[in-house]
């Protein structure tokens, strides 16, 4: 009887490993996946010195349609209140454009690459979501 017991607790902890991996794999890609995005509207706004065109528009609306597949993905695995910073940056990024303001836009895009790199250092497996 002990050893079904052991098998039992065997299967829960392989089970729990097996959830903080796809946890940490899915959270560090949406990060990642949100940096480089965001690399590449910084370098698009560097070479036309504008952000009011329709190029950097709708690479600040596909950054925003990821971030929110992802976001919703994330929501499951780590607490929402740590990553909505992310989004509320990448709403101001559109009002940047509308105005037209260059160095706003630029502060906007290096905040939301801080976050993701200061995410990617301390969000890993969580017990809090996996229980």
């Given amino acids: 009887m002990k ?13 729990l490993i ?17 940096q480089k995005d965001c690399l590449l509207i910084e370098a ?38 740590s990553v909505q910073e992310i989004g509320q940056e990448i ?8 105005s037209d303001d260059v160095d706003n836009f630029k502060v906007s895009i290096e905040v939301i690459k801080f976050y993701c790199h200061s995410y990617l250092h301390f969000m890993g497996a969580n017990i809090h979501n996996v229980l």
């Fill in 3 to 15: 050893v079904l017991h052991y098998i039992n607790f065997a299967i829960i902890i392989i089970f």
């Fill in 18 to 34: 097996a959830i903080c991996i796809v946890e940490e794999v899915l959270v560090s890609s949406s990060l990642r996946e949100t």
């Fill in 44 to 81: 698009t706004v560097e070479r036309l010195d504008s952000v009011k065109n329709m190029e950097v528009a709708i690479m600040v609306d596909n950054l925003e349609y990821d971030w929110n597949e992802n976001e919703s993905s994330m929501c499951y695995l780590v607490n929402h209140k």
């Fill in 91 to 98: 709403a101001k990024l559109k009002l940047y454009i509308a």
